[in-house]
């Protein structure tokens, strides 16, 4: 079945409504990253039936396109983000953006732009978010998961936690996703790309790999 799944997995485009919500909102996910992404999800979905988990919800970019292939499963995307921004969304670095700040604590809060976010997709009901730190999220997880995508924390101690904290719940046939891979230090931080070449050393195979996205399953 999963093989079906794979096959299929270049055909699963989202429904137009749902990729213009994803176009206009705020965050870091490329159109054909989204894309590639969404095929990924929607294959994962499909083949296992289980939620689909990010780390690193931000403003609900990414997890739209999660949400929408877990809708069309029967299944729910989970994603978990603390909300107070990555290292280089903060205060005079250069991924921030001022509007997300909460006036009232003096730190950047991405939830209420998130929960609009999904709520102007209408798909608040196929998401559970979980608020705090992905190491904590991981240690009190019980389930199995379909799909792991990982596009949080850019340092090699937040990578590193997210891959050994999130990968012990994947399920056998279910598809690990890495956002932020670059081989060329030229091109971007190197944490991500160490936790893809661990996974490639510790038995995932590259199902495919589109910009900065790499799409891996267990061998
Ligand atoms: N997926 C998003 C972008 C995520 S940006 C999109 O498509 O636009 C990375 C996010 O990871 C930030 O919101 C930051 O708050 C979160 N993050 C970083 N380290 C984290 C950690 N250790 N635990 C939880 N969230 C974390
Ligand atoms: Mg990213």
Same mark, same amino acid.
């Given at each position: 079945?999963?093989?079906?799944?794979?096959? %299929?997995?270049? #055909?699963?485009?989202?429904?137009?409504?749902?990729?213009?919500?994803?176009?206009?909102?705020?965050?870091?996910?490329?159109?054909?990253?989204?894309?590639?992404?969404?095929?990924?999800?929607?294959?994962?979905?499909?083949?296992?039936?289980?939620?689909?988990?990010?780390?690193?919800?931000?403003?609900? *970019?990414?997890?739209?396109?999660?949400? %929408?292939?877990?809708?069309?499963?029967?299944?729910?995307?989970?994603?978990? %983000?603390?909300?107070?921004?990555?290292?280089?969304?903060?205060?005079?670095?250069?991924?921030?953006?001022?509007?997300?700040?909460?006036?009232?604590?003096?730190?950047?809060?991405?939830?209420?732009?998130?929960? *609009?976010?999904?709520?102007?997709?209408?798909?608040?009901?196929?998401?559970?978010?979980?608020?705090? *730190?992905?190491?904590?999220? #991981?240690?009190?997880?019980?389930?199995?998961?379909?799909?792991?995508?990982?596009?949080?924390?850019?340092?090699?101690?937040?990578?590193?936690?997210?891959?050994?904290?999130?990968?012990?719940?994947?399920?056998?046939?279910?598809?690990?996703?890495?956002? %932020?891979?670059?081989?060329?230090?030229?091109?971007?931080?190197?944490?991500?790309?160490?936790?893809?070449? *661990?996974?490639? #050393?510790?038995?995932?195979?590259?199902?495919?790999?589109?910009?900065?996205?790499?799409?891996?399953?267990?061998?």
């Amino acid at each position: 079945m999963a093989d079906t799944a794979q096959a %299929d997995a270049g #055909a699963r485009v989202p429904a137009a409504e749902v990729l213009a919500a994803f176009e206009s909102a705020t965050g870091f996910m490329p159109v054909d990253e989204g894309l590639a992404l969404y095929a990924a999800a929607a294959g994962a979905a499909a083949a296992t039936g289980l939620p689909l988990l990010e780390v690193g919800s931000y403003c609900g *970019r990414s997890t739209i396109l999660l949400a %929408d292939a877990a809708r069309q499963a029967g299944t729910v995307a989970l994603t978990v %983000d603390h909300h107070r921004g990555s290292e280089e969304q903060q205060p005079g670095w250069e991924y921030h953006d001022a509007s997300l700040v909460d006036p009232e604590v003096g730190l950047m809060d991405t939830l209420p732009r998130f929960r *609009r976010t999904l709520h102007a997709a209408g798909l608040e009901q196929h998401v559970i978010a979980l608020v705090g *730190r992905s190491p904590q999220v #991981a240690a009190v997880w019980g389930g199995q998961l379909g799909l792991v995508f990982v596009d949080g924390g850019h340092t090699d101690e937040h990578a590193t936690a997210d891959y050994e904290g999130w990968v012990p719940h994947l399920a056998p046939e279910g598809l690990l996703v890495i956002h %932020d891979v670059f081989p060329d230090p030229a091109d971007g931080g190197q944490a991500p790309y160490r936790i893809y070449l *661990r996974a490639l #050393a510790e038995g995932f195979a590259e199902v495919s790999a589109h910009g900065s996205l790499r799409v891996l399953r267990r061998r």
